[in-house]
């Protein structure tokens, strides 16, 4: 068994193409790092400002930490405040908490904003309302956080996810298709056990070596996050998440109390079932396919293709379904809306509509494993 599964990951694994993946693979996680975080000028600040890198990454954390807390209007009016003194003081800082706080709640004291602290006058402000805002809850419920290095980890993992799918495709799409195009399927599939010993085996690589590309590239980047950014800020509400704002989509508007930890640990998780999904069909598509270039056409295009198609079909029925089987994780804010409601998915209920997109999608691994394991069987009769 274990020779036999050796043999499996260096058939796959030991090609120079696979070698040339991977470099390419991390330069291109590296470029993703490089554009979230390092190069980010909300959190990196400009070249020419006192604080830049890592100590501008410090005092936004401290500003941040310094106004978390649940949403009042003192909260409100001391975040704007402070973030009106220090535009004012002169100092060559941006403060992106301060001016997302103050463009969610107080749009007009930002468009006629004071020209010196003589003129500003904080306590008549009109702090935006609930109803102002379209929040699902009252805001008192709401806890404001740093929230922005968070928002900036989940479009990192989503894209990096992306990325991880393409190079796992690639390198897997070989595993029965690369056997059939030498012609070495009926000599390595010659006997009934060695034939069922050796499909199981397959299989198991194909998971083994898809699930660890995923979870070490995705730790690297939650380790990188970690020691760049830290974790402050992972119970900040969902809703609170300001940097997702947009006239398109409105994160304040979905009725459920989840953080941003949380959002970021169930987004891993379909990400993690979506790749299984995708390697499933994978086999399946190796094992009727000679070509393994069809094969990672195939697998690697769909995923992407149904992506596309979300962002064409916004709505109807037929969006609904491309939410049920989209592996694609990206837009989380989007998904997260689609699947508050029924006007987004089947059913009314986010919890039942997730729970339902994660059966559905459990259902459908074993059912293209069982397709691949009865193609197979039927091609050596």
């Known amino acids: 068994m274990m020779p036999l599964l050796g043999f499996e990951i260096k058939k796959l694994l030991g090609k120079k193409s696979v070698l040339a993946v991977f470099v390419v693979l991390a330069l291109a996680l590296y470029g993703l790092l490089y554009i979230w975080f390092y190069s980010n000028p909300v959190l990196v600040g400009s070249k020419t400002s006192p604080y830049h890198g890592t100590a501008s990454v410090r005092l936004n954390r401290r500003i941040a930490e310094e106004h978390s807390g649940y949403l009042s209007d003192d909260l409100i009016r001391r975040i704007i405040k402070d973030y009106t003194d220090r535009r004012l003081s002169g100092e060559d800082v941006f403060d992106g908490f301060g001016f997302d706080v103050t463009r969610t709640f107080a749009l007009d004291y930002l468009r006629d904003f004071p020209k010196d602290k003589a003129s500003v006058d904080v306590a008549h402000i009109k702090i935006a309302s609930r109803e102002d805002v379209g929040s699902a809850f009252p805001l008192k419920e709401l806890k404001l956080g740093n929230f922005y290095p968070w928002s900036q980890l989940i479009g990192l993992l989503n894209d990096s996810f992306s990325l991880v799918l393409l190079a796992i495709t690639f390198i897997l799409a070989p ?60 119970d900040t509400s969902v809703q609170l998440n300001l940097a997702w704002l947009s006239p398109v989509s409105n994160i304040m508007a979905f009725p459920v109390h989840l953080n941003l930890l949380q959002v970021t640990m169930g987004m891993l998780v379909i990400q993690a079932l979506s790749l299984w999904l995708v390697l499933s069909v994978l086999l399946f598509i190796s094992s009727r396919s000679r070509s393994s270039l069809l094969v990672f056409a195939l697998s690697a295009g769909i995923p992407f293709g149904m992506s596309f198609l979300l962002q064409v079909t916004q709505t109807g029925f037929f969006n609904k379904l491309l939410m049920l089987f989209a592996p694609l994780t990206d837009s989380t804010d989007t998904w997260l809306l689609h699947l508050a409601n029924s006007s987004g998915a089947f059913f009314p209920s986010f919890w039942v509509n997730l729970s339902f997109l994660l059966l559905v999608r459990l259902a459908l691994i074993p059912l293209f494993l069982f397709l691949t394991y009865r193609t197979i069987q039927k091609a050596q009769v």
Request: proline share 0%; glycine share 14%.
């Open 175 to 234: 595993v029965f298709s690369g056997d059939k195009a030498r012609q070495l399927e009926g000599l390595l599939f010659s006997t009934l056990k060695g034939r069922d010993q050796l499909t199981r085996i397959k299989c198991g690589v194909t998971f083994l070596v898809g699930t660890t590309l995923f979870v070490v590239t995705q730790g690297v980047m939650v380790l990188a996050f970690s020691q760049f950014l830290g974790f402050r800020g992972w």
